[in-house]
């Protein structure tokens, strides 16, 4: 099943049940949006799979595809990991920082009051602030208790996003050094328009984990086609260590962070500072900048069939109003 | 004005109008609760306004202390800076770490899909994670838009509210080490009952500090009456480092980090970490642990007349349910 979220003037915007093939969408009257949904979720996915066969059959409208939002576009809680580990390698040579040791998952807190839309530009106010990408992969889960074990925490996971992570790397390392984590480093994500349950990736939903290529391009030039499957661990063991000392409330997204491989000569990456870090060790300096006002950059996760099963993110970053 | 939550089977409450000696409280039929009122606050709080000037004058119930909540359960986001310099300062003795260099407030970002209410019992799966409370003031924004000076942003402050902290010292400081901030280190905070207007606090709210003793007991012993006016940055300027790069939704509360003074011998202080680190320069090592189960904390802000604006935060920890 796929879902996405119309812009309806509301904050949450209206949920739509989405046709296999991405270009109908029906609204049910019981779920006005998926926070709600995923909050009753055993209750709200009957309701919603009815409706699926219903759109399956005919039913539904076209799908504006220019007025959809972020599946959740605000929601309770977003925890960001950093789960692969030559993303780990290589940002440590891109940012100059220490190995960091720890026998654990890498994990941040990062702002869930916003989520922008799939081709909603994004306002940066300086470019000098180092403007980059991300792209991820992302879960939705319902209320998971405290102390759920990894077993246990794969049943929570009910839906799976792709997300861009929007950085600003001139601010990142300063705030790292601080240990208290990023606050002006990470502003809001975007994410791409449909929200899938496990079962419509296939195969592909594998140990805990999107195993599939993230194609990425920048200004339109392919960029990057890092492939989900070597994360360190599973999206199940992310969520046992988020909710290791607290519940999880429902709608919680839990980040993959920047999807990367070990073959990234061969396949490139998922953000611009990865890119950077490939040329210091190809060439002792990075020869790339960051992203500019006008920038696009479009990032779809492709089935083998060469399916875009999350819709693409496609977005132009934009000089944010002087105030 | 002051407003206080009221438990009523809902997740966000039902906002209450309190009288000024905080024994009654009313209901206004357009505003359920503090999440809806914050976000449309100029309108609100003419209605909340005229309501208090009827309570005031007699109207309202008498206030049901036991099932008051956080003023807001839940809200979109929780950025918790430390703007004390002798918290910092104290802080790196405890945990043995490099003083932190860095010419902004110190500030992360910490879960706000649950605050726990003022008298509930907290949970907490080991005493091995080294329990221990922060008491903090706070402030609750309205919609602060990206780019917003310390100037400005002192007007979006509309309500100040006091925190305990809760914070897990035996994984803070691996998690600190990655410099992704704490997760599992900083669970859900506890709130006292009554949110107030600036105004409430009279002379003792200045230059965006709260200027009041913040009066400690665990155990029912006297631990600590450290005073907020020693904020190296008001909160007006902690509001412009968090708006740096993102808007910030209404309902934002902000932090201001543990509360201490400089002369801690004589006033003592706020958490246990900071009481260990005195003990350290006193006498090379600490000699008092952490929280155990069964142990209290009360916490409430004095003015000079001996009047506790906030209510009292009075909770015990209790261990949570083996899963």
Known sequence: ?????????????????????????????????????????????????????????????????????????????WLDASAFQTHADL???????????????????????????????VPFRDEAHGIDFEGE???VLDHVPMGTAAADAIDHIKLVVQINDWSLRSLAVPEMKTGFGWVQAKPACSVA??????????????DGRVCL????????????RANGREMAYGFHQLVAHAAATRDLAAGTIIGSGTVANANYAEVGSS?????????????????????????????EAMTPAGWAV??????????????
């Not at 953000?271 to 920038?295: H, V, Y």
């Open 1 to 77: 099943m796929r879902l996405a979220t119309r812009d309806d003037g509301t904050p949450d915007g209206r949920l739509l049940v989405v046709s296999s093939d991405g270009t109908r969408g029906a609204a049910h009257p019981r779920w006005p949006n998926l926070l709600a949904a995923i909050g009753d979720w055993s209750s709200a996915r009957i309701d919603l799979e009815a409706l699926h066969a219903d759109v399956a059959a005919g039913a539904g409208e076209p799908l504006p595809a220019q007025s959809l939002r972020a599946p959740l576009p605000r929601t309770w809680q």
């Open 91 to 121: 940002m440590q040579i891109a940012f100059g920082t220490e190995r960091i040791e720890h026998d654990k998952p890498l994990m941040y807190q990062g702002l869930s009051d916003r989520f922008y839309g799939p081709t909603e530009p």
């Open 137 to 139: 992969f992302g879960v």
């Open 193 to 206: 328009p449909f929200a899938v349950t496990p079962d419509e990736l296939g195969d592909a939903w594998r």
């Open 213 to 224: 290529d993230l194609v990425v391009y920048w200004n339109a030039k392919p960029f990057g």
């Open 271 to 299: 953000c611009i500072s990865e890119q950077r870090a490939i040329e210091i060790i190809a060439s002792g300096k990075p020869t790339i900048g960051f992203m500019q006002f006008g920038d696009t950059v479009r990032m």
């Open 310 to 323: 999350f819709g693409a993110i496609e977005q132009t970053v934009v000089a944010a109003q002087r105030r």
